[in-house]
């Protein structure tokens, strides 16, 4: 399973971003998409996951209202809808894979992460 994730970029404050991961090596029925960032001296931390086969969402609640996960499943592609872009959101942002549903939340359960991609968000 290859993952690619791209989008990121340098945002102003209240500005919108849309990253994408590309998912390759598959098919993902059965497989949670997860969205994960790590700022510099933080832990890795759980953004939002989407179970590839019902579209079932969960989210960060600091981010709940203002990013949205999708997957095209056409496309093998995940996306984030970052939008309302704060400081806080500053992070390099990774998708990664596993399967089934349970401990969505936990990254040392995902089994395959594509690259990061960096959100800088200017105040």
């Known amino acids: 399973v290859q993952l690619q994730a791209y989008g990121g970029g340098l945002v102003q404050a209240g500005g919108s971003l849309r990253l994408s991961c590309a998912a390759a090596g598959r098919t993902f029925s059965g497989y949670t998409m997860g969205w994960f960032r790590q700022a510099p001296g933080k832990e890795r931390e759980f953004v939002a996951a989407?179970?590839?086969?019902?579209?079932?969402?969960r989210y960060k609640d600091s981010v709940k209202g203002r990013f949205t996960i999708s997957r095209d499943k056409a496309k093998n592609t995940v996306y984030l809808q970052m939008n309302s872009l704060k400081p806080e959101d500053a992070a390099v942002y990774y998708c990664?894979?596993?399967?089934?549903?349970?401990?969505?939340?936990?990254?040392?359960?995902?089994?395959?992460w594509g690259q990061g991609t960096q959100v800088t968000v200017s105040s």
């Open positions: 990664a894979a596993k399967l089934y549903w349970s401990d969505y939340f936990r990254p040392h359960m995902y089994t395959n």
């Open positions: 989407i179970f590839w086969s019902d579209s079932n969402t």
